[in-house]
């Protein structure tokens, strides 16, 4: 047994001993989450009564890892923008194309991003690529703050020290530096960019918080709804609300189903009146068939040896469905033949999550089922994916009063800022269900040491 694994067994011990099973340390967690805007959905954030827990060493790791690959996707997106050709492969829709060709005003490419991990015992992989902010970053440090102080996690930290995985201040950090380059000389105003929901009447906690991030650090900043926005005389606004950054947490795909270019945010930010973090360019990420070019040896041959031995570990083979001839660990294969003999190993996934088309696991469904996925594939863009074998736990769960033991999915999510590692989230979901499902949500991630 690893130590993590002899630290969840004591820790599922204690919380089913008195005084704990009582349970009302649970309702008093869940509400003090409710008080701190930890909701969804009127919700607490989180159903889960354990933190996920990770060594010092195994945590170390991921971050070089992490960081290698971070590299290399910031190496391939500087290619394909560089390239027609490759440009072509990522499968952008023309308006995305439109807005990716646009300067954003500062170089990074990705001010934050993360990676979909699947990381247990020293086995690693990415999984997808996100050129996103995690709620993990908003809500991630009040979260931790709240369970490092439940009465069960202190009794545990008599036997073990728990270090918290923080990143707001480096994520604060990150937005003022892209600013800056951008030409900002001052604390800029801060409009955090929300989609509201029909019938939703407030904020949600999430974007809430990522304001008070901003406002500790010296910015003004409230949440703006892109309906809302007007750009006249070079300023972007909302009512009265001037707009020097807009932090964009909507994805093109989204906004696009909903605005054409001609709006307000769009034409300020092709006259450089507003400074977009992440900018629209960054949307080459959200495409998985970035990872067919990271797989692709004739495009990454020449990278950093760290770069492509990340590559090699860590990244599943990825290739975008067609019709065509390409390679797998070294040999010619033809792509849909290839496709159809291996449904035990592979899955196709859409390349970008935004539509309406979902994942098939070969290994969950019958041959008929995958030659009618093929050709579902063959028609959209679809990748098709090496299999890589999910993380699973066991973890506590508080619903409708009472505590139910589960075995679910565990995905751990990396936060970078301009390419570095600072803290990681974890997302704990029911790995059965193929929809919304109220068995998901964040659980904060400790690191564990013995004392």
């Given at each position: 047994?690893?130590?993590?694994?002899?630290?969840?067994?004591?820790?599922?011990?204690?919380?089913?001993?008195?005084?704990?099973?009582?349970?009302?340390?649970?309702?008093?967690?869940?509400?003090?989450?409710?008080?701190?805007?930890?909701?969804?959905?009127?919700?607490?954030?989180?159903?889960f009564l354990r933190p996920h827990f990770l060594t010092r060493r195994g945590y170390q790791a991921l971050v070089r890892a992490a960081e290698a690959l971070f590299s290399a996707i910031d190496r391939i997106k500087q290619m394909v923008l560089a390239d027609p050709a490759l440009l072509a492969r990522i499968e952008l829709l023309p308006a995305e194309k439109m807005l990716a060709a646009v300067d954003p005003g500062y170089s990074f490419l990705s001010v934050t991003s993360l990676l979909d991990t699947h990381f247990e015992n020293g086995s690693l992989h990415f999984v997808n690529y996100n050129s996103d902010t995690a709620p993990g970053v908003a809500y991630g440090e009040v979260l931790a703050d709240l369970f490092y102080e439940a009465a069960p996690v202190k009794e545990f930290r008599r036997r073990y020290k728990l270090t918290k995985l923080g990143g707001a201040r480096h994520l604060v950090r990150a937005v003022l530096e892209a600013y800056k380059q951008f030409g900002g000389k001052r604390k800029p105003h801060i409009g955090v960019l929300e989609f509201r929901q029909p019938f939703q009447a407030a904020e949600s906690g999430e974007y809430l918080l990522?304001?008070?991030l901003f406002r500790r650090a010296g910015c003004t900043a409230q949440v703006v709804a892109p309906d809302a926005?007007?750009?006249?005389?070079g300023v972007l606004r909302q009512g009265d609300f001037t707009i020097d950054v807009v932090f964009r947490r909507v994805k093109v795909q989204e906004f696009l189903l909903r605005f054409d270019l001609s709006h307000p945010l769009v034409r300020a930010y092709r006259d450089r009146a507003v400074c977009v973090v992440n900018?629209?360019?960054s949307e080459l990420a959200h495409k998985r068939a970035l990872f067919a070019l990271l797989t692709d040896e004739g495009i990454t041959g020449k990278f950093p040896a760290s770069e492509r031995r990340a590559i090699e570990q860590y990244i599943p083979w990825t290739r975008v469905v067609a019709q065509t001839r390409t390679t797998y660990k070294g040999e010619q294969i033809d792509l849909p033949e290839f496709i159809l003999k291996n449904r035990e190993r592979l899955v196709l996934k859409p390349n970008d999550d935004a539509g309406d088309y979902h994942a098939v696991r070969g290994w969950e469904t019958d041959q008929t089922g995958w030659e009618r996925a093929l050709r579902m594939a063959t028609r959209y863009t679809y990748v098709v994916q090496e299999r890589v074998?999910?993380?699973?736990?066991?973890?506590?769960?508080?619903?409708?009063?009472?505590?139910?033991?589960?075995?679910?999915?565990?995905?751990?999510?990396?936060?970078?800022?301009?390419?570095?590692?600072?803290?990681?989230?974890?997302?704990?979901?029911?790995?059965?269900?193929?929809?919304?499902?109220?068995?998901?949500?964040?659980?904060?991630t400790f690191i564990l040491e013995g004392k």
């Open positions: 047994m690893t130590q993590v694994e002899e630290a969840i067994a004591r820790y599922h011990k204690l919380i089913q001993t008195p005084p704990y099973q009582d349970l009302t340390w649970a309702q008093e967690l869940q509400q003090r989450m409710l008080e701190a805007h930890l909701a969804a959905g009127g919700r607490p954030i989180t159903p990522l304001c008070e926005l007007e750009y006249k005389g900018s629209f360019r074998e999910p993380v699973r736990a066991v973890f506590p769960l508080y619903r409708y009063g009472e505590l139910e033991m589960r075995e679910l999915q565990v995905d751990v999510h990396p936060h970078a800022y301009l390419g570095k590692v600072e803290g990681c989230s974890s997302w704990v979901s029911d790995p059965t269900a193929r929809g919304f499902s109220s068995i998901a949500g964040l659980t904060p």
